[in-house]
């Protein structure tokens, strides 16, 4: 499994009115808000043999963030049980259920009623995707957009997630 981070700029759109403590958020939910005011950017994931899908960065990747953190902590552990993210924002409406299975997890895309582009034109598949390339995958573009918070919004180290 491949997780690549696609940045672009885009001519900054500035919230003066942007304050952490008034928004009563995590290090990571306001630099991601700060960092989106520069740039646009989306996830691609390639799960092989031609299976690919993008997380828009705001509105499937950010919204979902929690639930992703979640995944990758459950297939670290080795945890049993089917579970699955649902990306909902903006027409996206899909699922990625997944299940480990040995140093495996099994994972599959499924399209709702209301799925929006890029995705929609992507057929439904499962895949199976070794445990720890799921895992470095995701903790790979989390550190990258911790790097992006030094650099673009001065978060000093604070924008990090870490992962057991």
């Known amino acids: 499994m491949n997780v690549t981070l696609n940045i672009r700029d885009k001519a ?35 799960f092989g043999d031609g299976k690919i899908i993008e997380l828009d960065l705001g509105y499937d990747f950010f919204v979902c963030h929690d639930e992703i953190i979640d995944s990758v ?10 579970r699955h993210i649902w990306f909902c924002e903006q027409g996206s409406d899909f699922y990625l259920y997944y299940e480990t299975a040995g140093d495996c997890v099994r994972i599959e895309f499924k399209k709702g009623p209301e799925a929006g582009y890029p995705n929609r034109r992507v057929d439904e598949f499962s895949a199976l995707v ?19 918070f ?15």
């Not at 902590?73 to 089917?82: E, F, I, L, Q, T």
């Open 12 to 46: 900054p759109e500035l919230d003066e009115h942007l304050d952490q403590q008034e928004m009563e958020c995590s290090d990571f939910w306001f630099y991601m808000e700060s960092l989106l005011q520069f740039v646009n950017g989306d996830i691609t994931i390639d």
């Open 73 to 82: 902590a459950s297939v670290s552990r080795g945890d049993k049980g089917y």
């Open 130 to 148: 070794d445990r720890t390339s799921y895992v470095e995958g995701w903790r790979d573009v989390f550190n990258a957009l911790s790097a992006l």
């Open 150 to 164: 030094d650099e673009r919004v001065g978060a000093e180290g604070k924008g990090l997630i870490q992962f057991s």
